[in-house]
């Protein structure tokens, strides 16, 4: 069986400030933009990589979400517990330094993990946890 990740999805609250942290903080390229206003699909993934993309998302565009599941995911969001993603880096330090001259919320600085990894973590602009683990 030949399977791959093609496309994952993270939800935004702020196209402008999501475009901000992934293109220009994570140097993600922009794949496609589509939709006006705060109803954007942006689609981002890593050069080289055209197979792999992240899919910056409006979380409550689906007609079948009703206005409590709404603000279910709302507050979900706002405390950094409705999505999350690792990414991968060889160069930690110099990933940690660039997304934090971007001004993004650090969760946590690199560190050595007892379990054999070093990553680092940040919050994107919707509260997102975003992972970065060293590949050594």
């Not at 409006?58 to 603000?71: H, L, M, Q, V």
């Not at 517990?81 to 330090?93: E, N």
């Amino acid at each position: 069986m030949d399977i791959t990740i093609h496309t994952t999805f993270l939800p935004h609250a702020d196209p402008e400030a999501s475009l901000a942290f992934y293109r220009d903080a994570l140097g993600f390229e922009v794949r496609s933009d589509v939709g006006q206003g705060l109803m954007r699909w942006i689609t981002v993934g890593p050069p080289g990589q055209p197979g792999t993309s992240i899919l910056l998302a409006p979380p409550a565009a689906d007609p079948g979400i009703t206005e409590e599941e709404r603000r279910t995911i709302q507050q979900m969001m706002a405390k950094g517990t409705y999505g999350w993603i690792l990414l991968a880096t060889s160069d930690l330090d110099g990933v940690f330094a660039k997304v934090l001259a971007g001004d993004a919320e650090v969760v946590q600085e690199p560190t050595e993990q007892s379990y054999g990894v070093r990553d680092c973590a940040f919050r994107d602009p919707a509260g997102n946890l975003v992972r970065i683990q060293e590949v050594r």
